[in-house]
């Protein structure tokens, strides 16, 4: 695997390779790591931490980090607006590298799948996330950019769902995610050497049958 740090006149450089940008939804401090709302930033710092790309620098109002993966350009952000202004950094981030938002992958929370159980999109809406829901006005309204949904399960009972949204997970919970987690890394490197559509296709029948196994287990 080729991997190293650039600078940017080597990335803005780069003969005939179209960087990605992963962004990863959260809220910024001690108080929000290891909540469910959170897994976009874990997700990306699993990533970097797979591919040796250090998450060292700030940029555009986000914890950034930029390497090579097997010849590839990546960008990785944590937006540090706070969930709701996710946009303000996205945005800007994708039109400073001048990025297609098919080349802006998304990772964001989603409790309309089970905890522990992820899909891939090409594009979608943003299904009641106001980190989206900022995402996308920043992207001045388009909603044609993929994104990774991370199932982090239904509140129980009456439970509030913000209340549900800041917890963080129990034992059980934190297994799955544990594991998802390796999914993920696994299909992003996926992604970045055979494109999201074939990647998207078998990484989500995969999904599916995770899915049956586990959407009636408690999260």
Same mark, same amino acid.
């Given at each position: ?19 990605? +940008?992963?962004? $990863? ?5 001690? !108080?929000?790591?290891?909540? &469910? /709302? @959170?897994?976009?930033?874990?997700? %990306? ?67 309309? +799948?089970?905890? $522990? ?5 090409? !594009?979608?809406?943003?299904? &009641? /996330? @106001?980190?989206?829901?900022?995402? %996308? ?83």
């Amino acid at each position: 695997m080729l991997l190293r740090r650039f600078s940017n006149r080597c990335f803005c450089t780069a003969i005939n390779l179209r960087p990605w +940008l992963f962004v $990863g939804l959260g809220n910024p401090g001690e !108080k929000y790591k290891g909540t &469910r /709302h @959170n897994v976009g930033f874990e997700f %990306i710092d699993a990533f970097a931490a797979s591919q040796g790309i250090p998450m060292e620098s700030s940029s555009f109002k986000a914890i950034f980090g930029k390497g090579f993966v097997n010849g590839i350009p990546v960008l990785l952000a944590k937006p540090q607006t706070y969930m709701n202004l996710s946009g303000e950094s996205s945005g800007p981030l994708a039109a400073y590298y001048k990025l297609p938002l098919n080349r802006v992958l998304v990772f964001h929370d989603d409790m309309d +799948l089970p905890c $522990g159980v992820l899909r891939l999109h090409p !594009k979608g809406n943003h299904g &009641r /996330h @106001n980190g989206l829901k900022s995402v %996308i006005y920043h992207f001045h309204g388009n909603r044609e950019f993929p994104r990774l949904r991370i199932g982090i399960g239904k509140p129980p009972g009456q439970m509030d769902p913000k209340a549900f949204l800041l917890q963080k997970f129990n034992a059980r919970a934190r297994e799955r995610m544990d594991a998802a987690l390796q999914e993920a890394v696994d299909a992003l490197k996926d992604v970045l050497s055979k494109g999201l559509t074939e990647s998207a296709r078998c990484f989500n029948t995969e999904q599916k049958y995770k899915h049956i196994r586990l959407q009636t287990m408690p999260g």
